[in-house]
């Protein structure tokens, strides 16, 4: 694609370097900037400036936050002895928009993967063992993706888990099989957290 203006090249390969657009749709939307008022242009650009800037990860449960502890680690009304295991903070957004589940959550940033030479120490294990550490924690229900990487993170942690008075639970992935948790619909979600099984259970096929 040639463009009579480096400055527009510049700001369309921007555009472009995103995930799932393409040339013409950057194009598309540098043309939309070009008629929009600067004022408007420049408050659109610090949003995302200010967010990659000032965003942080809660130290109790590392989910991101505008403050050091986010608004669910926060909030009293929450069932503080349910923790819910997730992989990334997107699953902590699908889980909480079925608006279905009270209790906390604790992201791991990831999902021990010896393929991809990710191993425990890489995620945030050793922060959620001072959590059960502290005895409140009364179940932990795995909610993480039913890949290879999933089951051997979900193993590995119930290794550690096992050792407290701690229910472990998993969601009921009969239900939400063959799906990303970011990509189950909320209905199917809310199900498959209700209808958690106990991890044993699971080991032994009856889910
Ligand atoms: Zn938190």
Do not use: W
């Not at 002895?81 to 997107?90: L, T």
């Not at 393929?115 to 001072?130: Q, R």
């Not at 939400?176 to 498959?192: H, K, M, P, W």
């Amino acid at each position: 694609m040639e463009f009579p203006s480096l400055l527009i090249q510049d700001a369309v390969n921007a555009f472009a370097s995103l995930p799932g657009i393409g040339k013409k749709t950057a194009l598309r939307m540098v043309i939309h900037f070009l008629q929009t008022e600067p004022s408007k242009v420049e408050q659109f650009a610090e949003a995302i400036v200010k967010m990659r800037k000032e965003i942080k990860h809660c130290k109790v449960c590392h989910n991101i936050a505008d403050t050091d502890v986010c608004s669910i680690c926060a909030n009293p009304r929450r069932d503080h002895g349910i923790v819910c295991i997730v992989e990334n903070f997107r699953d902590i957004i699908s889980i909480e928009n079925t608006r279905h589940f009270q209790g906390v959550y604790h992201v791991l940033e990831g999902l021990i993967s010896p393929i991809d030479g990710v191993g425990p120490e890489k995620l945030n294990i050793a922060s959620l063992e001072d959590r059960l550490l502290q005895g409140n924690v009364q179940e932990v229900i795995m909610a993480l993706n039913p890949t290879i990487d999933g089951d051997t993170t979900i193993f590995y942690l119930s290794k550690i888990i096992g050792k407290y008075p701690i229910k472990i639970t998993t969601i009921a992935r009969g239900i939400a099989f063959g799906g990303e948790l970011e990509f189950v619909d909320d209905i199917t979600l809310a199900r498959s957290i209700a209808a958690r099984l106990p991890y044993e259970k699971y080991l032994n096929g009856n889910s």
